[in-house]
């Protein structure tokens, strides 16, 4: 049966793009896992390996210079496309490997055991190597050492995403997305490829906590962020910047595909009165403004400026309405 988890490589990248691990700073955990794994096996190089659309970036590495490769030359992104772990005893002798630059030069890899990170959802974001400069047999012992350790990176990664989540809403914290952002400019602007940020604002939700009290309030934030994440797709991202008050960062869109996005979002909160009991169903509606990403746009401030502006725009229209740049 065809795993299509496997297959789903938007999914499996936007999984990971919801960790908010790519480029973060040198984590103790982290280095500790892949300093035990030298130690344990015997190895030289030891690294956490993510897999982004192309590249591969090292979240620890022990015995290696690069903090990055290309995606098209490693290990891991054949790891990634199966469940149990990739064993290469001697790459010099595997047609995959042979002629990779890492084989034939620095760092000279000549044996490899990876072991697939999964999140909860099942999708391999990268995984835990151990690799040797000659060739060599990993051991069914190894690769049961390798397992547990890569299932404590797993653990270490799902901590780094709840830490980074609204507690009422499974969001994004402002903190979380405001890095995420950051890392969105970093992208657009390396690649030269367009992305659009939402700011969706509830409309009068003080008279819903006023009339209802705050524990319908609540419900209706946990109610919104449902419809908004049944409504985007899996790549984009959403958080929750205060209040009443929500940010959708939309990767790979322009300016037009966003308006039509934000559009979609404002119409099926408008179209999903929130069901209290029988007898109580509260209508929301939203507010939107959209802002596509400049070259004015350097940090994520600016980019919440133009959004914001906007937003009050959408306010001062007479709510429930997109504003897009």
């Not at 030359?73 to 990634?80: A, D, E, L, P």
């Not at 999903?272 to 802002?291: E, F, H, K, Q, Y």
Request: proline content about 6%; hydrophobic content about 40%; overall charge negative.
């Amino acid at each position: 049966m065809v795993d299509q988890l496997l297959l789903d490589d938007e999914g499996r990248l936007a999984a990971l793009h919801r960790l908010n691990v790519l480029d973060s700073p040198v984590e103790q955990p982290f280095e500790k896992i892949v300093t035990l794994v030298r130690t344990v096996l015997a190895v030289p190089i030891a690294t956490v390996s993510l897999v982004d659309r192309d590249r591969q970036w090292f979240k620890a590495r022990h015995g290696l210079e690069a903090t990055e490769t290309p995606r098209s030359v490693s290990f891991c992104t054949h790891t990634i496309q199966q469940r149990e772990p990739l064993i290469v005893e001697d790459a010099a002798a595997d047609p995959r490997f042979a002629g990779s630059p890492l084989v034939v030069g620095p760092p000279y890899i000549r044996s490899y055991a990876g072991v697939p990170l999964r999140t909860p959802e099942g999708y391999n974001v990268g995984s835990l190597c151990a690799m040797d400069t000659r060739p060599r047999r990993f051991s069914p012992a190894d690769i049961g050492i390798l397992s547990n350790f890569a299932n404590i990176v797993c653990d270490e990664l799902q901590l780094r995403l709840i830490a980074q989540s609204d507690h009422l809403t499974g969001a994004l914290t402002r903190r979380g997305f405001a890095e995420q952002a950051e890392r969105e400019i970093n992208r657009s602007g390396r690649y030269d490829r367009p992305s659009s940020l939402i700011m969706l604002d509830l409309d009068h939700f003080k008279s819903i906590n006023d009339s209802h009290g705050h524990g319908v309030g609540d419900d209706v934030l946990r109610h919104v962020a449902e419809i908004i994440k049944a409504t985007i797709r899996p790549s984009d991202v959403l958080g929750r910047l205060g209040g009443e008050e929500f940010g959708i960062l939309l990767t790979e869109t322009g300016a037009e595909d966003a308006r039509i996005a934000a559009e979609r979002i404002r119409h099926a909160i408008a179209t999903s009165p929130l069901v209290v009991s029988p007898a109580l169903s509260i209508p929301v509606t939203a507010s939107l403004g959209v802002a596509s990403i400049t070259e004015d746009v350097s940090a994520f401030a600016d980019w919440l400026k133009a959004a914001d502006e906007l937003l009050y725009s959408a306010k001062h229209a007479g709510r429930n309405t997109v504003r897009p740049l």
